[in-house]
């Protein structure tokens, strides 16, 4: 019963947390931003169902967002016009729906094989139908997209969904549901055997697993809760466009992915809270934010294949051994330098970018027709280089020691 | 009735023939031991059998059915399961996973996504009984990619009996190991596949009249004898293919020579 | 008629010649390391912005020389320092990685050009019609394109086939570890072919950057059509990405030229859908609106029918 109430507990705070943000932090600003993040999160999790847990790169997923989009404001007018008329609290499962029979006229020829193949035909599918929905207009609305109004439903015991905040709550609903339904998926037997192919297909083969099939599943799955993040965002956004379909929200969701972790379960819920805050904050700071993404995102690809949920799991042995305070310090002697590199590289891009204008960094003034604040940033840039560099052993000599096996710690660490 | 009969099984990639015309039958319960050097195709006939490369004439029977041109899947289905020279699990799943997803298939559980495998009591217990049989029960939550190479063929055999074959074969089951860990594994083995039937591709000659009941010797793609281990040691084709020349002296010294004197490639 | 057809066709000989270069090097890349660089149109763009730049203090010519150079280096140096590094880690992350690099270089090329099109000039001397036929020009700098590609292909083609340098990266396509035993050094040929396939790629972009516009979204526009090219041709085959690279941009071009559409089907077999109609979209869809993703068609078709490709030899 207690590794029960131990699970239940982290799902309990998950919802406590989903319901209760409005009340800390209830801006329009910040209920803007909780719905994006509700989307996002719903669209990085489907797609770790198909590249973190069953190893197939997919350049295309946002092919089920888009069209359970569509579906969603089309919806959505229909009930304005009662063609049909139900609660629009539905409208994401219809979103669903269209994602997975997308998902499973697609994969039935596209899950042959995972690797490059796979990759290959859903950059195809991805253009097709992207380039498609610019062509049947009547559908996709062309250029202009798709719009529509979300009040004309019926009310849902007296919330008529005119409040963005009423959405953020039903919005909030779907995620927790949605998270669910995908954590229990990786828990049944077609969920660990998507694991088992995208380890070793030949070996799943062996054991009596079509690979073939195993993948086609998850591919199903994968569209239908993409399809509902497409349907959540046609209700908060009122509006769809082709870009939706193409290959930079494919992409986008794919940064999300990689960033937060491929490897975790909770990676790509992290990934999509990063990215929606840069998207929506950073932005509002800098006109460079796509550019420092960009880098962001190399540098992870480079130093953290992990992503920030691998990162955060790398010190879980020293936290089972207790360690874990030994290694404050050290990240401070070299977090603090690097921090301080790159603080002041991000001043010298503004710099070249705002051209012999004044502008504010960081509450600073900054000039970049003055040669002194240049001057101040390159030497800043380089000694705190330098100084990382210097103390980056000792920080690699903690690590080791608190990472280090003896005896007392195995014991510890396998109660 | 046999449990596995090859039919005039040959294989051809592009010009090369790597197994010409091999015929075999096995009884239902024997152990069998297939040797030969180097490149005669032992791992072929494997693939053959198992679904992954199909013959390119002959026919293959598991127990009295055609199996040949069928998928790995659908033959893992019918009862024979198989491990291969170098090691083959799933190495970023558990180790206790790797063996339940052994079972998943023989358990009914298919391709089932509304199954919570936390819950499956009996499958659980299966799986941990399983484990404790290899030997790997304190390992069950490791990553299986961490294992040492004993137990990741330790595991790699639990693999292939989770899924309840009556048919198991063997590739070299203890290549690279140390001659105890060889011990341990061969007595596992022998443990294992109680009352099942079992094909092993093995070089340790030891080993091999050590298990077999009968052994089959594989040169150039063709099975020059297949008869039990002491007629095997005194064939003199089998001398010849070992040995380079059959020996002119007299056939007694040949068969008193310890088995360790025989060795294969 | 016939006016449409050769100078369509002449148009898609120059796309096509443009697009193999662009996919050459990419199949050497894919050939000798198993990556397939999402980033290679991104160095076409680079090459067309470092010509610009160069051809604004120092004319076209200085930079048809000296920006395939910059970006080579460029690519040898990110082949040095991250590719490397990232290989360690798998295949999917070496896709991803070169997929975050397209985007960033995007968003650097946005950065320090700005994100207006470039008035990149072919140059004067070019700027008089090759010749004239049936009243339509067909200008000199597209057969000077023409030209260059050729010459290069077959330059490349010796070194590949007659040189020993050639003979060695051959054979390190195929047997790395063997090369590296009789002594060579097999990362600093890949370095090189990374180099060398990327200074293609900025070939390709200098000489169309005049005719094909200057802006941050070419490598998008071009990106994917290459990766089609070198699917359809079969991964690892310069002989199949030749074939594909002029079947598709001749396709194109006569996609394009064409008039026919729909409505002339529909002609044909006698029937008439009204302006109402719910698909309408679909009955008076005209070729030339479809041509841009003939390309992606061919490449889901391809891959059901024949993953291989046209000549594919190297599977992953």
């Keep these: 019963m207690k590794p029960l109430l131990q699970k239940s507990a982290v799902w309990f705070a998950y919802l406590g947390v989903l319901l209760g943000l409005p009340l800390l932090f209830d801006s329009i600003l910040a209920i803007t931003i909780f719905n994006q993040m509700a989307i996002a999160i719903i669209f990085a999790l489907s797609y770790n169902m198909l590249l973190g847990q069953g190893g197939m790169l997919s350049f295309g997923h946002a092919v089920y967002f888009g069209l359970g989009g569509f579906m969603a404001v089309h919806t959505l007018v229909m009930i304005e016009y009662e063609t049909v008329y139900f609660s629009i609290i539905y409208i994401p499962l219809i979103g669903g729906l269209i994602g997975l029979l997308a998902a499973i006229f697609i994969g039935s020829f596209s899950t042959h094989k995972a690797g490059t193949v796979f990759a290959m035909i859903s950059l195809g599918i991805g253009e097709l139908v992207a380039a498609s929905s610019l062509i049947f207009v009547s559908f996709f609305g062309g250029e202009a997209g798709v719009n529509a109004d979300r009040t004309y439903g019926p009310p849902f015991f007296g919330v008529e969904f005119f409040q963005d905040v009423e959405i953020y709550y039903l919005a909030a609903v779907w995620v927790f549901i949605a998270t669910l339904f995908m954590y229990l998926f990786t828990q049944t037997p077609a969920g660990r055997m998507a694991n088992a192919v995208r380890d070793n297909p030949e070996r799943a083969e062996f054991i009596g697993y079509s690979a073939r099939r195993v993948r086609f599943i998850s591919f199903c799955a994968s569209g239908f809760f993409a399809g509902i993040a497409g349907g959540l965002f046609a209700l908060n956004y009122e509006f769809i466009t082709e870009e939706n379909l193409n290959a930079v929200t494919s992409g986008r969701v794919l940064l999300m992915a990689y960033i937060g972790g491929l490897g975790y379960f909770i990676g790509p819920i992290i990934g999509a809270v990063i990215l929606t805050l840069m998207n929506s904050l950073l932005s509002n700071y800098t006109e460079l934010w796509m550019l420092y993404l960009g880098i962001m995102f190399v540098l992870t690809v480079l130093f953290l294949p992990r992503g920030f949920a691998g990162f955060i799991m790398m010190h879980r042995t020293a936290w089972i051994r207790g360690k874990l305070r030994s290694l404050l310090l050290p990240y401070l002697i070299t977090g603090v330098p690097a921090l301080l590199f790159a603080t002041a590289g991000v001043a010298m891009i503004e710099m070249l970018h705002h051209e012999g204008e004044a502008f504010h960094f960081l509450g600073l003034p900054l000039d970049s027709a003055n040669l002194l604040h240049w001057l101040l940033c390159a030497v800043v840039a380089t000694f705190a280089y330098l100084g990382c560099k210097r103390t980056l052993p000792q920080l690699q000599e903690a690590w080791e020691s608190a990472n280090a096996i003896d005896e007392a710690g195995e014991e510890r660490e396998r109660s | 009735m046999s449990m596995l009969s090859l039919q005039n099984v040959s294989k051809q990639f592009g010009e090369t023939r790597i197994i010409r015309d091999v015929s075999l039958d096995i009884t239902p319960g024997e152990r069998h031991a297939i040797i030969g050097p180097n490149g005669a195709g032992k791992s072929t006939l494997f693939h053959l059998i198992s679904g992954k490369y199909q013959p390119t004439s002959g026919k293959i029977l598991f127990r009295n059915e055609e199996i040949q041109g069928k998928t790995p899947f659908a033959i893992a289905r019918l009862g024979l399961a198989r491990s291969f020279q170098v090691t083959n699990i799933f190495p970023r799943l558990s180790v206790f996973e790797n063996i339940r997803c052994g079972l998943l298939w023989k358990e009914g559980f298919g391709y089932s996504f509304w199954h919570l495998l936390g819950r499956q009591g009996e499958l659980n217990a299966k799986a941990r009984e399983l484990l404790v049989e290899i030997g790997l029960a304190d390992r069950a939550d490791y990553p299986a990619g961490e294992l040492a190479y004993a137990q990741q063929r330790a595991l790699e055999l639990g693999i292939a009996i989770a899924s309840g074959a009556d048919l198991i074969m063997l590739d070299e089951p203890v290549a690279g190991m140390s001659h105890s860990e060889a011990e341990s594994a061969v007595a596992l083995i022998r443990k294992i596949t109680e009352g099942k039937t079992l094909i092993m591709v093995e070089h340790d000659m030891n080993i091999v009249f050590d298990v077999a009941d009968r052994i089959s010797v594989l040169v150039y793609g063709e099975i020059i004898a297949s008869d039990t281990p002491t007629a095997i040691r005194a064939n003199p084709k089998v001398q010849e293919a070992y040995l380079g020349e059959v020996p002119t002296a007299s056939t007694d010294s040949i068969s008193d020579e310890k088995p360790e004197d025989i060795d294969g490639a | ?316």
Excluded: C
């Design chain 3, 1 to 316: 008629m016939l006016e449409v057809f050769i100078f369509s066709t002449l148009n898609g000989l120059v796309t096509g010649l443009l697009l193999f270069m662009l996919a050459s090097g990419l199949t050497l890349i894919f050939s000798m390391m198993g990556v397939l660089n999402f980033a290679h149109a991104s160095f076409y763009m680079l090459g067309a912005y470092f010509a610009y730049s160069i051809s604004l203090h120092l004319g076209f010519w200085a930079g048809l020389i000296f920006a395939p150079l910059i970006v080579g280096l460029l690519g040898a140096e990110i082949e040095r320092f991250a590719l490397r590094r990232v290989h360690a880690h798998g295949h999917v992350a070496e896709l991803v990685f070169t997929f975050g690099l397209a985007f960033l270089i995007e968003e650097s090329v946005q950065f320090f050009w700005g994100p207006d099109t470039k008035n990149y000039q072919s140059p004067d001397i070019l700027d008089f019609p090759l010749f004239t036929l049936f009243g339509q020009e067909f200008s000199a700098y597209r057969g000077f394109m023409i030209a260059i590609s050729v010459g290069i292909f077959v330059g490349l083609y010796y070194v590949l086939t007659r040189s020993r340098i050639g003979i060695i990266i051959q054979a390190a396509i195929t047997h790395p570890h063997t090369v590296a035993n009789l002594g060579h050094n097999v990362p600093f040929i890949f370095m090189g072919v990374f180099g060398v396939g990327t200074a293609l790629a900025g070939v390709a972009g200098v000489i169309a950057g005049p005719v094909l516009t200057t802006f941050p979204g070419m490598a998008v526009v071009l990106g994917s059509i290459v990766f089609v090219i070198v699917v359809i041709g079969g991964l690892g085959s310069l002989g199949g990405a030749f074939i594909a690279s002029l079947m598709i941009g001749l396709l194109q071009s006569y996609a394009i030229a064409s008039n026919v559409g729909m409505p002339d089907l529909l002609n044909l077999l006698g029937l008439e859908f009204s302006r109402d109609h719910p698909l309408t979209d679909l009955w008076t869809l005209t070729l030339p609106q479809v041509a841009p993703i003939l390309p992606f068609l061919l490449l889901v078709l391809v891959l059901i029918f024949r993953p291989t490709g046209i000549a594919g030899k190297r599977e992953q």
